[in-house]
């Protein structure tokens, strides 16, 4: 058989995830001008950026069709990023001072 | 096997079967991919501490036009490169080429509005160390961040036309397409997070 032949559209989903991406994108510049608090803002800003990832992740970046390399990344990526957390702490010290040094 | 066996089968049945039925080069992407979002995670959270530390942070943004346009752009980037991998899988060389040409030609574009930005807010005074409205701190997170962002997207369109014709050329496949087209999706996603963290937050209302 042909690739041709054997090769089946995703057209209709890609179009139906963009314009979902699109929506929630819409969304962010709405709350951007909405009357709540900065910490509401980022709160809210970033819970839409990390479904509009995980859309993209799952539908365009196709993980959706391979779970074993999904959990993969998921676990891979959150383990790396929980592992820079060790030195944010750092950080809050760096704002504050260290306190022995006081 | 014998040696029989192997002659049938030549060296594949001995060869380990890749990790998650991804090819190699794929599951390379995929590892960059893993890596470079931890770039981008130290560079944003490293921005969200010194922007929550900071009293007199600028707001300089007067106008989401700009970067809704670009946002714009770039999402429908990833979709004519879904459209150009589709293409590819049909075996349609010269529209996968197109619709590869056409994401290229987004990518260029919002390269282009992100540099006239950056030439507006530098004509206002900004610059890595200093601007008129706050902290200097401000430009050097800009600049860095957008800058790492631009740095993403200018290769990512190098790549596009370069593997794209290399495709039409019948020197690559529709898997190296593919991969391509990866990181493009990449580019698009940590764009979704500069958008709110970096323009949207620093809104002037």
Redesign the interface.
């Known amino acids: 058989m042909?690739?041709?032949e054997q090769?089946k559209?995703?057209?209709g989903k890609?179009?139906v995830v963009?314009l979902c991406?699109?929506a929630i994108?819409a969304l962010?510049?709405v709350?951007?001008?909405s009357a709540i608090t900065?910490s509401q803002?980022?709160t809210r800003?970033?819970f839409?950026?990390v479904i509009?990832?995980a859309l993209?992740?799952l539908y365009?970046?196709h993980l959706a069709d391979?779970h074993?390399?999904l959990w993969?990344?998921v676990i891979?990526?959150v383990f790396?990023?929980l592992a820079?957390q060790y030195g944010?702490t750092d950080?809050?010290r760096a704002?504050g001072g260290a306190p022995w040094a006081k | 096997m014998s040696q029989a066996d192997m002659t049938m089968t030549g060296h594949s049945g001995l060869m380990e079967k890749p990790a998650f039925s991804v090819p190699a080069k794929k599951m390379a992407m995929w590892l960059f991919i893993i890596a470079d979002t931890a770039t981008f995670a130290g560079c944003l959270v490293a921005y969200g501490f010194i922007r929550n530390a900071t009293p007199d942070w600028p707001r300089p943004f007067h106008s989401i036009t700009n970067v809704a346009i670009m946002t714009f752009i770039l999402v429908t980037s990833s979709i004519t490169m879904l459209f150009a991998i589709d293409a590819a899988r049909a075996g349609d060389k010269v529209k996968a080429l197109r619709w590869t040409l056409i994401t290229a030609g987004a990518g260029a574009l919002f390269a282009l509005l992100h540099i006239r930005e950056w030439l507006a807010l530098i004509d206002e005074g900004m610059t890595l160390f200093k601007n008129p409205w706050g902290t200097g701190l401000f430009g050097s997170a800009f600049f860095s961040i957008t800058g790492l962002h631009l740095l993403h997207v200018t290769c990512g369109v190098i790549a596009l036309v370069a593997v794209g014709l290399r495709y039409k050329g019948g020197r690559y496949n529709a898997d190296d397409l593919e991969i391509t087209g990866l990181y493009w999706h990449f580019v698009d996603l940590v764009w979704m997070f500069v958008v709110p963290l970096v323009y949207l937050l620093n809104l002037a209302h």
């Open positions: 042909a690739v041709a090769h559209s995703g057209v890609y179009m963009y991406i699109l994108a962010q510049f709350i951007a001008y900065a803002m980022f800003m970033l839409l950026a509009e990832a993209a992740l365009f970046m391979n074993g390399l993969f990344v891979f990526t790396v990023l820079m944010w950080s809050f704002l």
